[in-house]
């Protein structure tokens, strides 16, 4: 049985800097895509960022601005996003997402990922 765990998520000032992690247990593979996708109140769910089994395949949505960076740990199906420089627009649930194929680049859409966490709360104050 896959479980999909997030952490990491609280409440921070504008500017601040949060790490959330993730991991994936009980995958059949460790080279799948990863990502997260993040859903505040009255809004679809957006991708923020995926990477798939090559490092240099990380994406990032424009809203990013190169302020979140993704990793994989050393440990299988476990990732990580640093979240720097936060706005209160930043302010959602965050998702991660796994076993989204072993492509070279990460899929997009989000019903690509076949397992989900049940989400962690970002909240930026201004």
């Known amino acids: 049985q896959v479980q999909v765990v997030e952490s990491g998520g609280d409440l921070v000032e504008v500017g601040g800097s949060l790490r959330l992690s993730c991991t994936a247990s009980?995958?059949?593979?460790?080279?799948?895509?990863m990502a997260w996708f993040r859903q505040a109140p009255g809004k679809d769910r957006e991708l923020v960022s995926c990477i798939s089994w090559s490092p240099d395949s990380a994406y990032y949505a424009d809203f990013v601005e190169g302020r979140f960076t993704i990793s994989r740990g050393n440990t299988k199906n476990t990732l990580s996003l640093q979240m720097n420089s936060l706005k209160p627009e930043d302010t959602a649930t965050y998702y991660c997402?796994?076993?989204?194929?072993?492509?070279?680049?990460?899929?997009?859409?989000?019903?690509?990922?076949?397992?989900w966490g049940q989400g962690t709360q970002v909240t930026v104050s201004s």
């Open positions: 997402a796994a076993d989204g194929g072993s492509f070279h680049l990460c899929p997009r859409a989000a019903g690509s990922y076949l397992h």
């Open positions: 009980g995958l059949s593979y460790d080279d799948t895509a």
